[in-house]
């Protein structure tokens, strides 16, 4: 009886001793920014402690589940309610969630228990860190809530406690960027750079300068540098693929949202960015396996409906498509959403309803090129050719880079019987890109409505350079040729 008694408590001993091993390295690796990591050492560990409710919420949070993030938190308060970290943890999450008012209060109460009344060489290391965290992380939620004079205020402070600490530079950094203005900012960025190079927080701000200018080569390449310094700062891998989708490279872009789904795997947002890359490749049926997924979790998650809609709509399965349109709010309705809704009943020739849809699009973005390319689009298959040339032109004049816009445009020219100008537009057309077949198939049409037949032999013979087996054009070759 002794000798299992003996055997128990030793193993009691072992499993609390290695309980105590993964808080500590889950403690560590959360400092470290090692949020994954974090989750699974410390997912096992007893939630008897401040400490240990503290820092899974704090994984929990950085690995995108918000909801179980913030009662972990909670708990932490209750086990002791007269210590920082937890309440300032919190409010990040309210930050993340918009509720500026409710995260500024919980910083309020997190300050109250700072040793702010104590100079820099009264306090450790220790407690230096944590009154930089929370200065850092009150003045995110100031610049997210568009009070950047408060966050530079909170960022100062924090420097009199540490002024070489890089993520106080890459906080004014975001603060002179939210205001526009890019040179202080980029000075910060440098400067945290300086203190601690190769550091990500401050490679990720360069990119987003760049963004903002529209230098999306630079822009990309601070985001893979800000990946490859830090394999697990999940917001480059979000931008690298957000970056590589809207250059329609999306092989590139499934890698990278690939990655940051693994950091975030509880981040619906990262998931749909997933799905919309697969659906841009074309793979529909893998968009719509990750796009269930995360509509299983939450119904209602715009993003997914709409993109889950989008995928119905190339499969032609529009019933479908108009259910999931349905359940996007309408607040979260973009220009690109109403001009893909317009598809359906554009398909249906229900006409006035594809236009109205096209009309919500202007509405929310006037300048947005492909919505007038789209509206032409729908006006030239209902036979209103001097309608869509008002629009294929306005896409134009708004430097539409689709070519198909001028073809369009002097196809309807040709319909009205005004070949000159179809003729002008389609040659502005072949300037652009002469490897487009059907622009030479209607400037010849157009050659051919004034009899100028040299010109449209020579057309519809470059036409059959790339439809060599097209019947009407061989026809026209013997006719305007005579051969």
Not at 201 to 214: D, E, M, R, T
Not at 332 to 355: G, H, R
Not at 402 to 423: H, L, Q, R
């Amino acid at each position: 009886m002794m000798r299992i008694f003996g055997f128990l408590l030793v193993f009691v001993i072992a499993l609390n001793v290695n309980a105590q091993d993964n808080l500590d390295k889950g403690m560590d690796a959360v400092k470290r920014g090692d949020f994954l990591n974090a989750l699974n050492l410390l997912k096992g560990v007893s939630k008897d402690s401040y400490d240990a409710n503290l820092y899974y919420g704090i994984a929990l949070f950085n690995t995108g589940s918000v909801k179980d993030a913030e009662k972990f938190l909670k708990d932490a308060i209750k086990k002791d309610d007269e210590r920082p970290e937890a309440y300032s943890a919190l409010g990040e999450i309210y930050t993340s969630q918009k509720n500026y008012g409710e995260a500024a209060s919980q910083f309020e109460k997190a300050k109250k228990y700072l040793p702010l009344s104590k100079t820099k060489d009264e306090l450790d290391k220790s407690e230096i860190e944590t009154i930089i965290n929370v200065l850092s992380s009150e003045a995110e939620n100031f610049i997210a809530d568009g009070k950047v004079d408060k966050a530079i205020a909170s960022l100062t402070m924090a420097k009199t406690y540490d002024d070489k600490n890089p993520s106080i530079y890459v906080g004014l950094g975001d603060a002179y960027l939210a205001r526009g203005a890019f040179d202080p900012a980029k000075t910060n960025y440098e400067l945290g750079l300086k203190y601690k190079p190769g550091f990500a927080p401050a490679l990720y701000g360069l990119g987003k300068i760049s963004f903002k200018q529209k230098k999306y080569s630079a822009a990309l390449e601070n985001y893979i540098k800000s990946a490859q310094a830090d394999n697990n700062f999940a917001p480059a891998f979000f931008e690298k693929g957000l970056m590589f989708y809207l250059l329609d490279k999306f092989t590139d872009a499934i890698e990278a949202f690939e990655r940051y789904d693994q950091l975030v795997p509880g981040s619906p947002r990262g998931k749909t960015y997933l799905a919309k890359s697969y659906y841009g490749k074309g793979e529909y049926d893998k968009a719509l396996e990750i796009l269930r997924e995360v509509l299983a979790k939450d119904p209602d998650y715009s993003e997914a409906n709409k993109y889950i809609a989008y995928v119905y709509i190339e499969k032609k399965e529009y019933a479908k498509a108009e259910e999931h349109f349905q359940k996007v709010k309408t607040e979260d309705l973009n220009s690109e959403d109403y001009m893909k809704w317009s598809k359906i009943p554009a398909d249906k020739e229900e006409y006035s309803k594809a236009y109205e849809l096209l009309d919500k699009a202007i509405t929310l973005d006037a300048e947005d090129e492909n919505v007038y390319f789209e509206y032409g689009k729908i006006l030239f298959k209902e036979k209103k050719y001097a309608d869509a040339i008002l629009k294929f032109n306005k896409a134009i004049d708004l430097g539409i880079l689709n070519v198909a816009a001028y073809v369009y445009s002097g196809i309807c020219y040709f319909y009205m019987n005004e070949f000159d100008k179809g003729i002008s537009v389609l040659d502005k057309s072949i300037e652009l890109n002469p490897a487009i077949s059907s622009a030479f198939l209607w400037r010849a049409n157009n050659y051919a409505g004034l009899t100028k037949n040299a010109e449209a032999c020579a057309d519809y013979k470059k036409y059959l350079e790339f439809e060599p087996t097209d019947t009407f054009a061989q026809e026209q070759v013997k006719k305007f040729c005579g051969q």
